[in-house]
């Protein structure tokens, strides 16, 4: 058992490809004294366990020993971080659980908007950060003009940075040797009061919620008594441990450790991230620092195809918010659609992988609509209200005003591409805030309506960028704009579910372009479709989906029958993903039409 | 309770001169003259395993289909069509039908298949215009597909079908009833008059020439329609029109879903065994030369499965409703030993939405549910 003095936490800061994983393996390799197939095999055979047990995918944190050139023992944990701009809360809290940092930069690519994000976020919070340069190896590795981006954009000193390659295995040693001698040892006071910080929870089917936590004060022991200061519940700890990467079941975390405790708590609301564990005979005064609730900020429906699903569909959320506590749900009712959820997701990315957990895990199929960000709107009584789906907006001559959120986007860029950049930007109604140059790289700010990002603003940016520029932004406020319903209607019906809310400068051509592209998709059908956009009571735009003529197979004879019927049953499952709407099928990529609006144009 | 549907007997004879670029069935290129003393052998050999399940029964139509069965010659047709009476009884006013190529090869021994017992003919001549049957891949021309219909008539063949195509690459409506009106012209007694569809595992599945639009198919199938019903052609399934009392006998009872036994490389078969109320389809080995080894191993030559009950309703509607007049609903009973209720509730939601009617105990498509059969049955799927 290490002592605290021999204790380092960190977390590796890359971007995706940037060949974190690669290096977290490496790192296991290294300190665990076992071969790359030996290690493939028990990484492999964890995975298994989880994927069967239906808990994460992988290993939030791993505690590795490494033995220095010095010939002391360090216990090293690292902290995994989700790398995605819609998961930046749940990145705060793993790096609060850390000393130290390590920077991954690809030498080749250097820095991108995302990292920079996080590594402010590591700085904020008093981390050491430590730059590398990985995949030093490419012939197209430019160490030199990388550090140089390090120094401008990021502001640490990169003269000490090492440059290594996680693949070859390459300065991995050096690597370990800087971080123990850079990364502080955890401060934390062993005969203090307990506190824990909740760096993430999840649900496991057997075990209840498995909370990954950072022992900050004093420690916590086997068949302890717990509170979870939010909920203020006290559990009996059960079991808890370290991953190695496996789960490796432990007596006690001391101060400055990391691992996971389990508390027979039943849902992930009584254990949530960022939340501070302590001693239900021996409470602390106050939590640790940081904890907020999970705030969705992207909301769309989500609808059987069959209604039947309806239950089944309330279940499977039911599962999945046990947890992803940022997974938010409540009954609606559409017109066109039935009975559905409304559902609150962090952000576009976060709700597909819901949808497609949903539609793997649980084998449902569904419609999502096209996800709409929270609107405030003032009524005219002076009250204010927050809407999060476009049919729910009062009639016109209740609404004073209507706000929409405002969010300042970070856009790193190299300076060829700034140019079609900021002509995106003022395209989706951006108002630049600043702008600086970074060796090869720009730094620039955007104020911009949310809205317009959520929509296809990550894919426009990386095309009009060849893929260069990445971006990470962050909630400003609310602002008053004249905003406007959209509605479309179907052979003459309005749709509730197609209904936007939209800037009335762009509402024409948003309304064309939209009956257009549900021309496209909406597939021929019995009859002619009409397809209309309508504000308020005013047609702005037509088109029609003309009418199929016939359908049926020409030639049938007794041979053919069970080829034939496969025929149909194939026919069939292509219809799947439809929702009917009055006798019309309207396919999945319909109801997010407004997604693909622009995209090629 | 299931009754003993009347029997027919499908023969498969899978060899071709070449293999057309639409053609979905088990064909295949024929190098050199197909070994047909062996295969009518296999065949025989074929049919006596099948015996056991038809025992008692008397076969009312044949169909000798490929491929290209004129390939064979007149005496190995009439081996066959002697072996199989020696085996099982066939009734005397049985329909045999030979499929046959238009070219001068095979119309030349249209005679000797008349005497060895054919008593129909089902000519492949698809289209008279050069351009099309060249793109079809098909090896006659426009002068033998003119005199093949002769040929027929003089062989002793009053009763003969002519298949044809509508919506060929780049065929406009005009060419199409042009088409038509010369097989008409031609006097057959039966046409099938059906549009060329691009299956999968075909040549123009993977490289798709340029078809017609579909306003410009429609445009040729309303008014061919039309064009047959004036000169007498009656529309019985989707693409079959028949002079009165023409209607194919044995293709009827495919419709009316009846048993045929399956004999030949790739053949399916349905035998109902109403000991057990049980119908079970059988299939042989597709490739001929396999099937050929594999004569006399009858676990080798091919497969059987039990249809289940719950399969039963579809496959019924799936043949039953390509008829023009529909079923009679005790029929369904018959032949599927379900009562005609188990379709419900999709049977009323089709009758509601007007895809299906019911008229004098018989269940019919209406003119759109005919026109949208693939969307009706979907209806009655899973």
């Given at each position: 058992?290490?002592?605290?003095?021999?204790?380092?936490?960190?977390?590796?800061?890359?971007?995706?490809?940037?060949?974190?994983?690669?290096?977290?393996?490496?790192?296991?390799?290294?300190?665990?004294?076992?071969?790359?197939?030996?290690?493939?095999?028990?990484?492999?055979?964890?995975?298994?366990?989880?994927?069967?047990?239906?808990?994460?995918?992988?290993?939030?944190?791993?505690?590795?020993?490494?033995?220095?050139?010095?010939?002391?023992?360090?216990?090293?944990?690292?902290?995994?971080?989700?790398?995605?701009?819609?998961?930046?809360?749940?990145?705060?809290?793993?790096?609060?659980?850390?000393?130290?940092?390590?920077?991954?930069?690809?030498?080749?690519?250097?820095?991108?908007?995302?990292?920079?994000?996080?590594?402010?976020?590591?700085i904020e919070q008093g981390l050491e950060v430590l730059p590398v340069l990985n995949k030093i190896d490419l012939p197209s590795a430019e160490p030199e003009r990388v550090c140089q981006e390090i120094e401008e954009i990021i502001g640490v000193p990169a003269d000490e940075a090492l440059r290594i390659s996680a693949k070859t295995g390459f300065g991995v040693d050096d690597l370990l040797e800087q971080l123990v001698a850079k990364v502080p040892p955890p401060k934390g006071d062993p005969e203090a009061p307990l506190q824990a910080l909740i760096i993430d929870s999840w649900f496991d089917n057997y075990l209840g919620v498995v909370s990954l936590v950072r022992v900050v004060n004093g420690f916590i022991n086997r068949k302890q008594r717990i509170t979870i200061m939010s909920t203020g519940k006290s559990h009996l700890v059960e079991k808890l441990g370290v991953f190695t990467p496996k789960p490796f079941d432990k007596e006690v975390l001391q101060t400055g450790e990391v691992g996971f405790v389990i508390a027979g708590i039943k849902d992930i609301f009584g254990a949530p991230v960022g939340d501070t564990i302590t001693a239900s005979d021996r409470p602390c005064k106050a939590p640790l620092p940081g904890f907020q609730q999970v705030q969705p900020r992207v909301f769309a429906g989500l609808y059987p195809v069959e209604s039947d699903d309806y239950e089944s569909l309330r279940e499977a959320l039911n599962k999945l918010h046990l947890n992803d506590a940022a997974l938010q749900y409540e009954p609606e009712t559409s017109q066109a659609l039935g009975f559905g959820f409304r559902c609150g997701f962090l952000g576009m990315l976060h709700m597909e992988i819901i949808q497609e957990r949903l539609e793997r895990e649980y084998d449902l199929d569904l419609i999502t609509t096209a996800p709409t960000v929270v609107y405030e709107v003032l009524k005219t009584d002076d009250t204010t209200i927050q809407i999060d789906n476009p049919s729910k907006l009062p009639p016109p001559n209740e609404i004073a005003e209507i706000r929409e959120p405002i969010i300042e986007a970070n856009i790193l860029v190299p300076q060829d591409y700034l140019g079609n950049v900021i002509t995106l930007c003022i395209e989706k109604r951006g108002v630049q805030t600043k702008m600086q140059y970074m060796g090869g790289q720009v730094s620039i700010s955007f104020e911009l309506p949310l809205s317009e990002v959520v929509l296809d603003f990550f894919d426009r940016l990386k095309s009009v960028s060849r893929g260069f520029a990445s971006f990470d932004y962050e909630f400003r406020r609310f602002q008053a704009a004249p905003l406007i319903k959209?509605?479309?209607?179907?052979?003459?019906?309005?749709?509730?579910?197609?209904s936007l809310i939209v800037h009335r400068d762009i509402s024409q051509s948003r309304g064309r372009d939209l009956v257009e592209r549900m021309k496209d998709l909406i597939p021929r059908q019995m009859f002619e479709v009409a397809i209309q956009a309508a504000i308020g009571s005013k047609i702005i735009a037509r088109s029609s989906v003309k009418a199929m003529r016939k359908n049926v197979l020409a030639k049938c004879y007794g041979g053919d029958i069970t080829r034939k019927k496969k025929l149909l049953e194939k026919q069939k499952a292509g219809k799947k993903r439809m929702k009917q709407v009055g006798k019309i099928d309207i396919p999945q990529e319909a109801f997010l039409a407004v997604l693909r609006v622009n995209k090629d144009s | 309770m299931l009754a003993i549907p009347p029997l027919s007997l499908y023969i498969h004879i899978p060899w071709c001169v070449r293999k057309c670029p639409y053609c979905d069935f088990n064909s295949h290129r024929a190098d050199g003259a197909p070994p047909e003393s062996s295969y009518v052998n296999a065949l025989l050999a074929d049919l006596e395993r099948e015996l056991p399940a038809v025992a008692g029964r008397t076969v009312e139509t044949i169909f000798i289909g490929g491929g290209t069965p004129s390939l064979f010659g007149a005496d190995a047709i009439g081996a066959l069509l002697a072996g199989v009476r020696a085996r099982v009884e066939v009734a005397e006013e049985a329909e045999i039908t030979l499929e046959a190529n238009p070219g001068t090869a095979e119309s030349g021994k249209f005679r000797g298949f008349r005497e060895a017992g054919v008593n129909r003919l089902s000519i492949g001549?698809?289209?008279?215009?050069?351009?099309?049957?060249?793109?079809?891949?098909?090896?006659?021309?426009r002068e033998e597909a003119l005199r093949a219909a002769d040929l027929a008539r003089e062989a002793g063949f009053d009763n003969f079908n002519l298949d044809l195509m509508f919506g060929l690459p780049e065929q406009s409506p005009d060419q199409a009833l042009e088409d038509l009106q010369t097989a008409i012209g031609l006097g057959p007694t039966h046409l099938s008059f059906y549009q060329l569809t691009l299956e999968p595992n075909t040549?123009?599945?993977?490289?798709?020439?340029?078809?017609?639009?579909?306003?410009?198919?429609?445009?040729?199938?309303?008014?061919?329609?039309?064009?047959?019903?004036?000169?007498?052609?009656?529309?019985?399934?989707?693409?079959?029109?028949?002079?009165?009392?023409?209607?194919?006998?044995?293709?009827?009872?495919?419709?009316?879903?009846?048993?045929?036994?399956?004999?030949?490389?790739?053949?399916?078969?349905?035998?109902?065994?109403?000991?057990?109320?049980?119908?079970?389809?059988?299939?042989?080995?597709?490739?001929?030369?396999?099937?050929?080894?594999?004569?006399?191993?009858?676990?080798?030559?091919?497969?059987?499965?039990?249809?289940?009950?719950?399969?039963?309703?579809?496959?019924?509607l799936m043949n039953a409703l390509r008829l023009r007049e529909g079923f009679a609903e005790a029929l369904f009973f018959e032949r599927t030993g379900l009562p005609v209720e188990i379709l419900e509730p999709k049977l009323s939601a089709c009758l509601d939405e007007g895809w299906l009617e019911r008229r004098n105990g018989f269940l019919r498509c209406t003119e759109t549910g005919y026109n949208f059969l693939d969307n009706v049955l979907q209806r009655f799927l899973r």
């Open positions: 058992m290490a002592d605290q003095q021999h204790i380092r936490n960190f977390s590796i800061i890359a971007h995706i490809d940037h060949g974190k994983s690669t290096l977290a393996d490496r790192f296991i390799q290294t300190c665990g004294g076992l071969s790359a197939r030996e290690m493939s095999e028990q990484v492999l055979d964890s995975m298994d366990i989880e994927r069967e047990r239906g808990i994460t995918i992988k290993a939030q944190s791993v505690t590795l020993h490494y033995k220095a050139r010095n010939g002391e023992t360090y216990q090293l944990n690292l902290i995994d971080t989700p790398g995605h701009v819609d998961f930046s809360y749940e990145v705060s809290r793993s790096l609060a659980a850390c000393e130290g940092a390590l920077l991954v930069v690809d030498a080749a690519q250097g820095v991108e908007a995302q990292s920079v994000a996080n590594c402010y976020t590591a959209l509605d479309i209607l179907i052979n003459g019906e309005r749709v509730d579910a197609l | 001549v698809q289209s008279f215009e050069p351009e099309p049957l060249r793109r079809l891949g098909r090896i006659h021309g040549l123009f599945h993977k490289y798709p020439p340029p078809l017609p639009e579909d306003d410009a198919i429609w445009a040729m199938q309303r008014e061919g329609q039309a064009r047959l019903a004036e000169h007498g052609y009656c529309q019985y399934e989707v693409s079959a029109y028949g002079q009165e009392g023409f209607r194919c006998r044995h293709n009827l009872n495919y419709w009316r879903f009846g048993d045929y036994l399956g004999l030949g490389a790739g053949a399916h078969g349905k035998v109902t065994d109403p000991k057990t109320g049980t119908i079970t389809r059988t299939w042989k080995i597709k490739h001929p030369q396999h099937y050929l080894d594999a004569a006399g191993q009858p676990e080798r030559q091919g497969g059987r499965k039990k249809v289940e009950r719950d399969e039963l309703p579809f496959e019924f």
